[in-house]
């Protein structure tokens, strides 16, 4: 089993610049406003720039301000960093793969028994599609579980794709800190450390029982960890939910090219339907403005189809109703709802 582990590359600040793109190559931080936290703002994230003058995110912005006179602070707009990250989890959705976020900038993906190869391969067409379409930088890291892969993308970091099989993960991970497991903070890196243990070589040099006795079931956690036996997978609830492709177009195009670019997507889309052997019930037409604004249209059909002319009639009469006089940049159409074809429980 692979798993990849998708994380954006200081997200909030990349978002930032990438809607500002004046503030390229100078040094600023992202961070709540001093006046909600009365005068004690705190730091969310900073660019490269600012961190090469010891900036970090969770310091207050004072302690920032002095490190770096130049500093510019730029206030958290959440809404606007949601938006970006739920483009990017639509993006990830027609790769059809089981998906769990993980939090608002990361993502891990269950890869099944892919091979090594064929992960680097989808993972570079990942990166390379964030890139494109949402202009961001990400890191990719891929391995034997979730854990592992975390590992291996914080490693890769930034803009990397990285891979480590199962069996060299043990090496991979011996010399680190033990801070490095994703899950152990402070508390439980002095708790190691109490017992002697600060690099995660160390931790099978210990008893499994020692390890419990000090600190419960993380005990367990970072023994398997250290011993190349992690099998953290992707939340069940995140499984194939929904499939469709979309695709650019150009520079104002008219009826006859949108109905002509959703006829090829109906296709790739029934196509990935068929590949899994699934029905849908629930038929969505979306279209992006070239001002960048979205709108989606949804319908339910009275039964579960495989069906391509159903889908055909059914996106093309939902896009009719998007279409404008507004420019369009981008269509895309999708099936949800989904069912097995052969009537088991389970997509896969
Ligand atoms: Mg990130």
């Not at 090829?264 to 960048?292: C, H, N, P, W």
Request: proline letters at 3%; a neutral charge; aromatic letters at 6%.
């Amino acid at each position: 089993m692979l798993f990849m582990l998708i994380d954006m590359d200081y997200f909030f600040a990349a978002c930032e610049e990438h809607r500002r793109p004046e503030l390229k190559g100078k040094p600023f931080v992202v961070g709540t406003s001093p006046e909600s936290q009365k005068g004690f703002g705190v730091v969310q994230t900073s660019n490269y720039v600012a961190r090469e003058f010891g900036v970090r995110s969770g310091m207050s912005v004072a302690k920032a301000m002095s490190l770096c006179k130049e500093l510019i602070y730029v206030e958290s707009d959440d809404e606007y960093y949601e938006s970006i990250s739920k483009r990017i989890i639509e993006l990830l959705r027609d790769f059809s793969l089981p998906m769990e976020a993980m939090s608002i900038d990361e993502w891990a993906v269950a890869l099944g028994d892919m091979s090594i190869e064929a992960a680097l391969k989808e993972g570079q067409k990942i990166k390379e599609r964030i890139k494109e379409e949402i202009g961001l930088p990400c890191t990719i890291g891929i391995s034997s579980s979730k854990i592992y892969s975390k590992m291996v993308c914080d490693e890769a970091k930034p803009d990397g794709l990285e891979a480590v099989p199962l069996d060299e993960i043990k090496e991979f991970i011996k010399d680190k800190e033990v801070s490095k497991i994703p899950g152990i903070g402070p508390k439980a890196a002095a708790q190691l450390e109490g017992i002697g243990i600060t690099k995660i070589g160390e931790i099978t040099s210990k008893s499994p029982m020692l390890l419990i006795e000090k600190m419960g079931s993380l005990g367990t956690f970072v023994y398997n960890v250290a011993r190349g036996a992690d099998e953290s997978g992707v939340q069940e609830s995140e499984q194939v939910l929904s499939i469709g492709r979309e695709t650019t177009l150009t520079h104002g195009a008219d009826k006859e090219s949108i109905d002509a670019a959703m006829e090829k997507l109906v296709g790739l889309t029934i196509l990935e339907v068929e590949k899994r052997g699934m029905m849908f019930k629930g038929v969505s037409a979306k279209v992006r403005y070239q001002d960048f604004s979205e709108k989606i249209k949804s319908a339910k059909l009275k039964n579960y189809t495989a069906s391509k002319e159903m889908l055909s009639r059914k996106s093309k009469e939902l896009i009719a109703g998007l279409i404008t006089e507004k420019p369009v940049r981008k269509v895309g159409v999708r099936v949800y709802s989904l069912t097995n074809a052969a009537g088991q429980k389970g997509l896969f």
